[in-house]
């Protein structure tokens, strides 16, 4: 696959996605509001928690937001790049318009990521790192461990892109179901605590076989210093391992669509 | 009557073939509920207590589960529905259908929920009751069915409402989001409302989103007398007559705008 | 070169295609039914099927709804591969080799766009240019003399959904036609579309198939598309080929009659009125519709007869070819 063709078949559609919400700008700013508001409001959950009771152990109230800043940041990313594939897929899948991706001159996942930019994903960015701003500034903490952290997040969005590709591959089985998003939010409902919270067992299963924890807790932790930075290693290998997985599913998947027709 | 049953009969055949969508839930709601323990009991044990607001951790547990019970129970698509339809242009068509479009998909909600009953509600309740453990108060089970049939009831007026401001504001989906996180906060849907600082709890007592979540789910915790339990329900009664006014009116002036300017 | 000139750029040999479908019934027992158990049956698309195109062909595929047409196009576009047998497109093995493959053709499904609805078709070309790796100089001429040649001018920088059908139809046209295809697929290309814009429409895939001896394959149920575009067509019927070559002989094939309408200016009784291998379409004391059988009779003979019998009262004879749709239900209808 060619790496500048598809920035710039990801440019063009990105400007053309922003072109296409500029046409309905009301509707637009106010959904970006909603986003927005409904990020903003989950660290008023957390000061209502640790109002009543002494909070998650090991973490006081700005190191919890700088927890849910994260976690609201890495889903922002993947909202903003990677989810739109899922809903094109299963909406291509349910209309019988997918041959057309196929007649495309470019690999079919490639092709339908470049198209994904939603500039939706923007105002939870905007709202994420707003929270973990704030928390920071609560701690007064700034130092160059945020590279690491910066690079952990990202790495995380990796992951939710490799579940966005996994939950799309099924859409060419189970057509019309709209809720395999709710499978990635299987992942993301793990990755909303601490992992101080699990037990031992569990807690191992969501570092190193469904790595859901990493989402928000790993770069958090680093970051507050409760984990070494060598956590990065020990991330990378499973989770380029699940992306390969990931993408291996996408062309069985494909491949059954070609010979089943659709 | 024969028409509407037709209609539930008919969307309870249709929901069998949405089958693997309302199985998901099997999967979704016990992670979920699995992740709310582990959290609520890390901090019950780390801050030392037995109660937190009136909430034992069995008690926050049963309740956690209890909202998915309830919001499965009164979910419908109806706000959806008519955005889609307004902004396809396949509202009127609806128009031209005998039946009333709200009613007829006040009834398809009904053979919906009907199925979802077997395949997602009991299971979730019984996946809480077997491997969490919670409790409900079976005295006060029937009276729980009732309240949750009228938040039913409003929940679906509500949405309506929301719904209906697509005619006005074609592309609404902002509009419907903000309504669902304000109502998740002031239903008591996100941690009951006895968690929350007494000036928000003042604020949810006045409104009516309480009714959707918060109080029959407590009805049925047994934290209320059958005297009050009985008062609740009646306010419940009164605020589905009002929704149920302002829904007709709403839907007057809509078709009042149909009919003068076209969707 | 004329070696170049009668290249083969499909070759399908021997296909066949296959699919299950599972069997359902209605009812509130049988939806229950389903729950647990389902059967399938296999049913063939396509039995057999062979043919071959040559470079520059305009070739128009039709056939009832069912009859295995889009699983054709799909098995030639490489979206689908078949269960048995070869298939050659300009080379290409289109399943295979898909994405290097699909450089080299252009689709347009007639109902649904491609272009993006809220923004300027413009922009979309733009997006087209980065997909098919067009360079800029090439791409904008190509563009530029196309949106003149089509009158859209203005139209490309609207945004698409505010254009009419036969308006949206010509950005689509030259969106397809932008990276310069050897051979198009266009499904029922002028579906919905005034006379004139059908016409505007025919007028520039003949022109561009003229210029650059781009192979078309048209799928329609327009039976003025395939007799203004198409030198030969093909039918094809449950999965096979029923008919492949030039237009006028399906009427010499299938249809070998005429249509003989005489008009009288004085009402006539011509409840006595027969001839040899002609049918009486309708009868009064005004008309008479008659269908002559041309293999067995001539023509000439029944005007004859006409004029010896009604002579003087005769104010019209009109002799019409049986429309092609007639015969086309004719041939759809066998099994």
Request: hydrophobic share 50%.
């Amino acid at each position: 696959m060619n790496i500048i063709k598809f920035f710039r078949i990801w440019k063009r559609s990105s400007e053309m996605a922003i072109e296409h919400v500029m046409a309905y700008k009301t509707a637009f700013f106010l959904l970006l509001l909603s986003l927005f508001l409904g990020d903003i409001l989950i660290p008023v959950i957390s000061v209502v928690i640790y109002q009543v009771s002494s909070g998650i152990p090991g973490w006081n109230l700005a190191e919890f937001v700088l927890f849910q800043g994260t976690l609201i940041i890495v889903i922002g990313l993947w909202h903003a790049f990677f989810a739109s594939l899922l809903g094109e897929t299963i909406s291509a899948v349910e209309e019988g318009i997918f041959d057309r991706t196929l007649l495309k001159p470019f690999p079919s996942l490639a092709f339908l990521t470049a198209y994904s930019f939603d500039p939706d994903g923007l105002a939870e960015i905007a709202a994420g790192i707003i929270i973990v701003g704030w928390a920071l500034a609560k701690m007064n903490f700034f130092n160059s461990t945020i590279l690491i952290y910066i690079l952990i997040l990202l790495l995380a969005v990796l992951f939710e892109y490799s579940l966005t590709i996994i939950a799309a591959s099924m859409a060419f089985t189970f057509v019309r179901t709209w809720r395999l998003f709710e499978l990635i939010n299987i992942a993301e409902r793990f990755s909303r605590y601490p992992l101080d919270v699990y037990n031992k067992g569990m807690r191992f299963f969501l570092t190193f076989i469904v790595p859901a924890g990493i989402a928000a807790y790993y770069p958090a932790a680093v970051l507050m210093g409760k984990q070494t930075v060598f956590v990065v290693f020990e991330m990378i290998i499973p989770i380029s391992l699940f992306f390969v997985f990931s993408l291996w599913l996408w062309n069985i998947s494909i491949r059954k669509y070609n010979s089943a027709g659709g | 009557m024969s028409k509407f049953s037709g209609v539930v009969k008919t969307s309870i055949k249709d929901s069998i073939v949405y089958r693997f969508d309302m199985a998901i839930t099997l999967i979704t709601a016990p992670i979920s509920i699995l992740v709310f323990y582990s959290l609520w009991s890390a901090i019950y044990k780390y801050s030392g207590v037995d109660v937190i607001r009136g909430f034992t951790l069995v008690q926050l547990i049963s309740y956690y589960v209890l909202t998915w019970v309830i919001g499965i129970f009164s979910y419908s698509n109806i706000e959806d529905a008519i955005s889609h339809q307004v902004r396809s242009g396949g509202i009127t068509k609806e128009l031209l259908k005998p039946l009333n479009y709200l009613v007829s998909n006040f009834f398809i909600t009904i053979g919906h929920r009907s199925f979802a009953m077997f395949i997602e509600i009991i299971p979730v309740f019984a996946i809480g009751f077997i491997f969490f453990k919670i409790k409900t108060s079976l005295t006060y089970l029937p009276f729980f069915l009732l309240s949750a049939i009228f938040a039913f009831i409003l929940v679906y007026l509500i949405s309506a409402l929301v719904g209906m401001t697509a005619f006005w504001l074609v592309h609404n989906r902002g509009i419907v989001k903000i309504k669902r996180v304000l109502i998740n906060f002031l239903s008591g849907a996100v941690i009951p409302l006895t968690f929350f600082p007494s000036w928000f709890q003042k604020l949810s007592y006045i409104l009516p989103f309480q009714y959707l979540t918060f109080i029959p789910i407590n009805i049925w915790l047994g934290k209320y007398t059958i005297i009050q339990t009985i008062q609740f329900l009646g306010i419940q009664l009164l605020w589905i007559a009002v929704f149920y006014m302002i829904c007709v009116f709403v839907w007057k002036a809509a078709m009042k705008k149909v009919a003068a300017v076209g969707i | 070169m004329e070696k170049k000139d009668d290249e083969t750029v499909i070759s399908v040999k021997d296909v066949w295609r296959e699919f299950k479908t599972s069997k359902k019934e209605a009812g509130l027992m049988a939806s229950i039914k389903s729950l647990v158990k389902r059967d399938s049956v296999v049913e063939n698309a396509l039995k057999g099927v062979s043919l071959e195109v040559k470079k520059g062909e305009m070739v128009g595929l039709i056939g009832p709804n069912g009859a295995g047409k889009s699983t054709l196009i799909k098995i030639l576009t490489g979206v689908l591969f078949p269960s048995k047998g070869d298939v050659h497109v300009l080379n290409f093995i289109p399943w295979k080799q898909r994405t290097k493959y699909v450089e080299n053709i252009g689709v347009i499904f007639g109902q649904k766009t491609q272009l993006w609805w809220d923004i300027p078709a413009l922009d979309t070309f733009e997006l087209h240019k980065e997909l098919y790796s067009i360079p800029r100089d090439e791409f904008e001429k190509r563009r530029d003399y196309m949106i003149k040649l089509l009158g859209i001018e203005e139209l490309v920088k609207k945004p698409v959904r505010q254009l009419s059908l036969g308006e949206r139809m010509r950005c689509e046209i030259v969106l397809c036609l932008l990276h310069k295809p050897k051979m198009v697929f266009l499904d029922e290309p002028t579906i919905g579309l005034d006379i004139i814009a059908k016409d505007k429409i025919r007028a520039f895939i003949k022109d561009f198939n003229k210029s650059y001896k781009t192979t078309f394959i048209i799928t329609t149920h327009d039976m003025a598309d395939i007799e203004k575009l198409c030198q030969r067509i093909i039918i094809i019927n449950h999965g096979s080929i029923v008919y492949d070559g030039p237009l006028e002989e399906i009427r010499k094939k299938f249809a070998n009659y005429k249509i003989v309408d005489c008009k009288f200016s004085e009402p006539i009784s011509t409840s006595s009125f027969s001839f040899r291998n002609c049918k009486v379409l309708k009868g009064n004391k005004h008309e008479l519709l008659l269908e002559l059988d041309l293999t067995k009779a001539k023509i000439s003979n029944l005007i004859n007869h006409l004029i010896t019998k009604y002579g003087d009262d005769i104010e019209d004879i009109d002799i019409q070819e049986p429309p092609i749709e007639e015969i086309i239900k004719l041939i759809y209808k066998k099994k």
